[in-house]
């Protein structure tokens, strides 16, 4: 699955209709976003990854979302499970997004200290 632009009107909807996602925020002066933003992409195409909705959200153009995950800095993930912002945090390097993502998929996130979105 290709990686879809998203603003804050559109997020709220797109993480309750699909089970998992991934959001990169990102700024455009970020050398390091876009490194990233090769990888992620990447990332998204590749079949083990098939069930995951990958966003790519620009942090200042969407400043709600960038607030309500407490982005603290660029290319900044976080990940929804049934609508509910479950993990975020900085990644810089691939095996670390690949392991976010892995704990995506394992269900291994305990909801009842989730943030409802």
Not at 9 to 36: G, P, Q, S, W, Y
Not at 44 to 63: R, V
Not at 88 to 105: A, G, M, N, P, R
């Amino acid at each position: 699955m290709a990686v879809r632009k998203a603003t804050d009107a559109e997020l709220r909807i797109l993480i309750h209709a699909n089970e998992k996602v991934v959001v990169k925020f990102t700024k455009k002066d970020c050398v390091i976003c876009e490194r990233m933003g090769v990888t992620y992409s990447r990332l998204s195409e590749e079949k083990e990854f098939k069930d995951i909705t990958f966003l790519l959200m620009d942090a200042i153009e969407n400043p709600v979302s960038a607030k309500e995950v407490h982005l603290t800095g660029t290319p900044f993930f976080a990940i929804y499970q049934k609508g509910f912002l479950t993990k975020c945090k900085l990644i810089s390097v691939e095996d670390e997004l690949i392991d976010f993502l892995h704990e995506l998929l394992s269900n291994s996130h305990n909801f009842k200290t989730s943030y409802p979105v």
